[in-house]
T-cell receptor, first 114, second 115 residues
Framework: SAVISQKPSRDICQRGTSLTIQCQVD?????MFWYRQQPGQSLTLIAT?????????ESGFVIDKFPISRPNLTFSTLTVSNMSPEDSSIYLC???????????FGNGTRLTVT | AQSVSQHNHHVILSEAASLELGCNYS??????LFWYVQYPGQHLQLLLK??????LVKGIKGFEAEFIKSKFSFNLRKPSVQWSDTAEYFC?????????????FGTGTKLQVIP
C-alpha cells in the first residue's frame, strides 16, 4: 500500500493565523482526501483533492476556510485559514484508488489553536 | 446519505475474552464496508474489508466480520483478544456507485484489554 507522509505532525498556532499541511505519497494515486477528526469524534471528510482542478468540498466546508491544492498525483496541501480554537483537531490525508478500494491514511497533523 | 453507527464507545475486556463490536449502516444500495484500527500513537490501518461475495470476511490478527444485509450490520469479532488489541476501532462504509469514493466513518470504539 502507499506510504503517506504528512507534515507537520503537530503544531500549536495562534488564533487568526493560517497553517498549511502537506501530504506526500510515495506513488501516484488517483484520489486524495482530507479528513478532520475532532476530539472525541469520528473522522469527517473535508474535501476530495482533485488533480488539476478545484477540490470538491463536503457540506459545511468551504474553499475560503480550507483551500486545497493538488499540483500532481503524489502531493496535496490543505490550508486551515484564519484559525480559531474550534479548528483544533487532527487533520488526516488519505489516498485511494477508486470506489472499490480501501483508503490508506497518513499519521495526521495534530493542530491546537490557542 | 450514508451513515454509520457504532453502539459501543468504550469496551473493556480481559485477555482471552471474546470480542464483538457492533456496526450498523444506513444506505439502501450496494455498499463496501470496512473496519479500521488505530493503535495508540499510530495511524489508521485497514483491518478488513467487504466488497462482495462471502459475507464472512477475515482480516489481520485473527479478526473477522460478518455482513448481514438484512440487518444492515457489519459486526467485528475476535474469539480471544490480546493486550496488543488495545486500540480504537472504526467501522466505515462507502457507496461505490458512480465511482465516487466517499467513505463515511462511525464514531469509533475504544477497546481496552486488561492483561
Amino acid at each position: 500500500s502507499a506510504v503517506i507522509s504528512q507534515k507537520p505532525s503537530r503544531d500549536i498556532c495562534q488564533r487568526g493565523t493560517s497553517l498549511t499541511i502537506q501530504c506526500q505519497v510515495d506513488s501516484q494515486v488517483t484520489m486524495m482526501f482530507w479528513y478532520r477528526q475532532q476530539p472525541g469524534q469520528s473522522l469527517t471528510l473535508i474535501a476530495t483533492a482533485n488533480q488539476g482542478s478545484e477540490a470538491t468540498y463536503e457540506s459545511g466546508f468551504v474553499i475560503d476556510k480550507f483551500p486545497i491544492s493538488r499540483p500532481n498525483l503524489t502531493f496535496s496541501t490543505l490550508t486551515v485559514s484564519n484559525m480559531s480554537p474550534e479548528d483544533s483537531s487532527i487533520y488526516l490525508c488519505s489516498v485511494g484508488e477508486g470506489a472499490n478500494s480501501p483508503l490508506h491514511f497518513g499519521n495526521g497533523t495534530r493542530l491546537t489553536v490557542t | 446519505a450514508q451513515s454509520v453507527s457504532q453502539h459501543n464507545h468504550h469496551v473493556i475486556l480481559s485477555e482471552a475474552a471474546s470480542l464483538e463490536l457492533g456496526c450498523n449502516y444506513s444506505y439502501g444500495g450496494t455498499v463496501n464496508l470496512f473496519w479500521y484500527v488505530q493503535y495508540p500513537g499510530q495511524h489508521l490501518q485497514l483491518l478488513l474489508k467487504y466488497f462482495s461475495g462471502d459475507p464472512l470476511v477475515k482480516g489481520i490478527k485473527g479478526f473477522e466480520a460478518e455482513f448481514i444485509k438484512s440487518k444492515f450490520s457489519f459486526n467485528l469479532r475476535k474469539p480471544s483478544v490480546q493486550w496488543s488489541d488495545t486500540a480504537e476501532y472504526f467501522c466505515a462504509v462507502n457507496a461505490p456507485s458512480g465511482g465516487y469514493q466517499k467513505v463515511t466513518f462511525g464514531t469509533g470504539t475504544k477497546l481496552q484489554v486488561i492483561p
